[in-house]
């Protein structure tokens, strides 16, 4: 019997004698550590070395310049980032935080305009990414222009102000990840792209990538990314701190230019304004388009995030297709035994650099094993026949992250990424015949409830478990019955402060972030402002038109059909393009082709229809002035529009 049933059926059988004894108080005030994440913490920091400088040398070796103002502005006088927000980590670590992430945050921090080596500098700590500059012949290379347009227009004006104004000659994207494209349009358009014949290169499939994961899976994961990166608490020491991987995010305009050649291949080389660069692909490792790249005439190698200071996701928080670490590890041991002896730094699209053959080679290496580490150890006890979570739990740390903290769980861990290796191989189902098709649970919760005894005895048995500093199964029980009834506050604030002392201990910026904002979702509800604004026109004009009809298929609510099944056409005549929609009982099917007799054809440019999807612009206005005609019946546009649902984005994550 696994352990978990056995103490249902304990509590179940003890509940009704609970029932009448003990006292449902209220928990502590929030923001406060109780003892047992004092002593967690306080473990922490006697067990590792966090005065190891060499880091802090190392982040903070060749700041040359730094933003002056106080704030990153948007166009209509909107903070996308404040800059210095995150100086407060500069202090001691307080009980409230794990000190080891606590020293991670304040790495991250540092923040400037840094010189790498010659011909290469860095602009760090004003995004949750890293930019990267290079010195060509005639203007700068850029790698990574951030996440949002106003950071990036922030970091190149700081660059030009120190350095020297010069044009960009060069844009690199090193993966599909919004936060390393979607700064393009502070850096530079496609009419001086053209105008100048500008490269902008990015890895082999980066466009259908950068397309599918932010624009078909885009609110979901964008939502879940305000927890993992804490978008809507403040930044102190009671709440969010750093994502382990940067800052935070910006909230700010995120845009996609496409790139002018994606480059495959390990040893592809190509000269961009006169430097060299020697490409290597990574593709299903971080991202499932990526590339590294190595500069000879610097010995510089650049490990985009398939390196950095943190042992990385297998399958992120936000969601994401999983990973495959064995692929992630044998890249990494490519690039160390390709590159490592003749590099004298390895830089990075997030974290600061590492200097000299010998630290480089140690860091891949730390960075290769944590990979195959997890991944072998998974497996062997998979094959064992344990369950994911049995698995996960069951993996300890590995020496070499005892005195080396580039490996450590800044970002993704040990026990997530576990289960990740194990979806990979196994499914997301762990072969338990009951968790197979087991009821939803907003069902399970209000029985589980029943079960025990009724809610007051459930929160009696969590409220025991949170003072035994048992913060995993208090949670649990709290979240039956705030599952069996969202309304009950004192579960919901118990479960609050439950959430608020697993992210206090907790070595991961993106599981620190999550819970404490699942957390502040209990106590304040559900949010309705914050994160970067991935809906708009700078993201969606880059977007292949049958790329917007997919997304709008996936709207779709079939119940809504109350006619035959019919055909529209779409004709953009500022790009020549004809796009067939079939609609059916049960799904939508787009095709780039001009179909036979539809029932109505729909002709409106690209622009106007971006415009339609954005809510910027109304059918009926269009069809008045003329840019949008209808030829056929009248009523079909009308009757596409309807069948589709528009997706809330502050949906509810830590209750029902």
């Not at 799904?587 to 539809?598: F, K, M, Q, T």
């Amino acid at each position: 019997m696994k352990p978990h049933i056995l103490s249902l059926i304990l509590l179940a059988s003890a509940a009704p004698a609970f029932a009448q004894q003990g006292e449902l108080r209220d928990p502590p005030a929030p923001g406060t550590a109780t003892e047992a994440t004092r002593a967690a913490n306080a473990a922490v920091a006697d067990r590792l070395p966090l005065a190891e400088p060499s880091d802090f040398a190392d982040a903070r070796r060749g700041r040359i310049a730094r933003i002056e103002d106080e704030t990153i502005l948007g166009a209509d006088g909107s903070v996308i980032w404040r800059v210095g927000g995150h100086d407060f980590l500069m202090g001691e670590a307080p009980d409230t935080a794990n000190p080891s992430l606590w020293r991670q945050s304040a790495l991250a921090a540092e923040h400037g305009l840094f010189a790498v080596t010659d011909g290469i500098w860095q602009v760090r700590g004003y995004d949750l990414s890293v930019m990267t500059v290079i010195e060509g012949e005639t203007g700068w290379i850029i790698v990574d222009p951030l996440t949002t347009t106003e950071t990036a227009a922030a970091a190149l004006r700081l660059v030009n102000e120190t350095l020297g104004e010069r044009p960009v000659a060069g844009m690199l994207y090193t993966h599909s990840h919004a936060d390393h494209f979607g700064g393009a349009r502070g850096i530079m358009d496609e009419a001086e792209i053209a105008a100048r014949n500008v490269p902008v290169l990015a890895p082999i499939g980066f466009s259908d990538n950068a397309v599918s994961e932010n624009l078909l899976a885009g609110t979901h994961m964008s939502r879940r990314a305000t927890l993992m990166f804490g978008q809507i608490i403040p930044a102190s020491p009671t709440s969010h701190i750093g994502s382990g991987l940067g800052p935070g995010v910006p909230r700010g305009t995120v845009s996609l230019i496409l790139p002018t050649e994606e480059i495959s291949g390990r040893g592809t080389r190509r000269t961009i304004d006169g430097v060299q660069f020697e490409f290597i692909d990574a593709a299903g490792t971080e991202a499932p388009a990526e590339f590294m790249f190595y500069l000879p005439e610097h010995r510089a190698l650049h490990t985009a995030e398939v390196a950095t200071a943190t042992f990385h996701n297998v399958l992120t928080m936000r969601g994401a297709v999983v990973r495959d670490a064995l692929g992630w590890s044998r890249a990494i041991d490519h690039v160390l035994i390709e590159y490592a002896d003749r590099s004298d730094v390895v830089l990075a699209s997030h974290h600061w650099p590492s200097w000299g053959s010998d630290n480089v080679a140690a860091f891949l290496t730390g960075q290769r094993d944590i990979y195959r580490y997890v991944h072998d150890q998974t497996l062997r006890r998979a094959n064992s026949g344990a369950t994911m979570v049995e698995t996960a739990e069951a993996i300890a740390e590995p020496d070499f992250i005892q005195n080396r903290f580039d490996p450590r769980g800044y970002y993704g861990s040990l026990n997530h990424n576990s289960k990740a290796v194990y979806q990979h191989y196994f499914g997301w189902w762990g072969g338990v015949m009951a968790e197979y098709h087991r009821l939803p649970h907003e069902q399970s919760a209000a029985r589980y409830v029943e079960a025990m005894g009724g809610a007051d005895a459930v929160i009696g048995r969590g409220i025991e478990a949170f003072d035994e500093g048992d913060y995993r199964w208090a949670a649990e029980l709290f979240n039956h019955v705030v599952f069996a009834n969202a309304a009950n506050e004192r579960a919901r604030n118990w479960l609050a402060a439950a959430y608020e002392q697993l992210g206090f201990q907790a070595e991961s910026g993106a599981w620190r972030s999550y819970y404490l904002t699942a957390s502040s979702e209990l106590r304040n509800g559900v949010p309705d402002t914050g994160g970067a604004r991935l809906g708009n026109a700078d993201f969606l004009r880059a977007v292949p038109t049958l790329a917007l009809f997919d997304m709008l298929a996936s709207r779709y609510a079939p119940e809504r059909l109350q006619r035959d099944p019919f055909t529209l056409s779409f004709a953009f005549p500022d790009t020549s393009e004809t796009i067939a929609v079939e609609i059916g009982r049960s799904v939508i099917v787009p095709r780039e082709l001009a179909p036979d007799n539809p029932t109505a054809t729909v002709t409106i440019s690209r622009t106007n229809f971006e415009a339609l999807l954005l809510g910027t612009a109304r059918p009926l206005a269009l069809v008045q002035s003329g840019a949008l005609t209808i030829g056929g019946d009248s009523s079909a546009l009308a009757a596409f529009l309807g069948l589709l649902e528009q997706p809330e984005f502050w949906f509810a994550t830590a209750t029902p």
